[in-house]
């Protein structure tokens, strides 16, 4: 687990210092299995990591990282640090797992501690729109992330954002993460929790002396949530739209039925015929079919 902030933490630096007797290594912690219970540990694939990241070539790095990440994993770390504005956990506040060295050397990544979230900020708890609002964007300071991001193997962050839009038709449209955020805090308040808790803490230093309310709380995610997944539909995560000549699908210099039944057999026969994803959301499917129509009926 990172704990601070600093180059190994935001993997752009790799020291040689670690000792596989202690359980921490510059910023990094052990947290499992606890050392007293495997001693030594074994801070290299860690290390490992990080040197790769920090050091890498742009093409090492585009033909290794799978090998070296969990790359689906990464995926779905940016998609949620970025519905969440968790500012604070990309470079502290991250958990790094490998199952089995002996048979994979591959980390995962988990977020830890998200206190830091839709619109709180770690300075004070002080609400700063530039740096926190709904219509900010999460800075990826870490080396990997963001490397994920500009180098972009495989076309990685297109893949990030269709898992976006993926995932917003579900766990992640403005009505379900509402209603997960308001549950649960219609459930402290009801249950008598939130007024305990808010005569204990608030105007506590802890709150840097600001009054506990769960209800202005909650009715401030609920504003927010929206204002944020609007921003990222059309800015962070925003798909490009359909070129005219994405929607001719034959190549022939128009756009017609002959188009159409392209799209509508790659449907039928399930294919993944490339030229068929014509709003490139990495799916083949009505959408599709819907953007052709469009531009038939525009011609």
Request: glycine share 4%; aromatic share 10%; net charge negative.
């Amino acid at each position: 687990k990172t704990s601070i902030y600093n180059n190994q933490s935001y993997m752009s630096e790799a020291t040689d210092d670690y000792n596989n007797k202690r359980d921490t290594w510059s910023s990094y912690e052990l947290k499992y299995p606890d050392l007293d219970d495997v001693s030594p540990t074994d801070w290299s694939v860690m290390h490992d990591a990080v040197a790769f990241v920090a050091g890498s070539t742009d093409e090492q790095f585009r033909q290794e990282v799978a090998d070296r990440f969990d790359i689906d994993m990464c995926r779905d770390y940016i998609v949620l640090i970025q519905t969440l504005m968790a500012n604070d956990n990309n470079g502290k506040n991250m958990v790094w797992a490998c199952y089995d060295k002996a048979a994979d050397r591959k980390l995962v990544l988990l977020p830890w501690d998200l206190d830091v979230t839709l619109g709180q900020d770690w300075v004070n708890l002080y609400f700063r729109p530039s740096k926190v609002g709904p219509t900010a964007e999460v800075q990826l300071y870490n080396r990997l992330l963001s490397r994920l991001r500009d180098v972009n193997p495989d076309g990685f962050y297109d893949g990030v954002k269709r898992r976006y839009h993926e995932l917003r038709k579900t766990v992640l449209s403005e009505q379900a993460l509402v209603k997960r955020y308001t549950d649960r805090f219609n459930m402290l308040i009801e249950s008598g929790a939130a007024a305990r808790e808010e005569r204990r803490w608030s105007f506590d230093t802890d709150l840097f002396t600001r009054e506990l309310n769960f209800i202005r709380e909650r009715d401030f995610v609920a504003e927010y949530i929206p204002q944020r997944l609007a921003f990222l539909d059309s800015n962070v995560f925003a798909l490009p739209a359909a070129s005219a000549n994405a929607t001719d699908i034959n190549g022939d210099g128009l756009v017609d039925l002959s188009d159409l039944n392209s799209v509508c057999t790659a449907i039928v026969n399930g294919a993944a015929d490339p030229r068929c994803d014509v709003n490139a959301d990495g799916k083949v499917d009505v959408a599709d079919t819907q953007l052709i129509i469009t531009r038939i009926i525009q011609n």
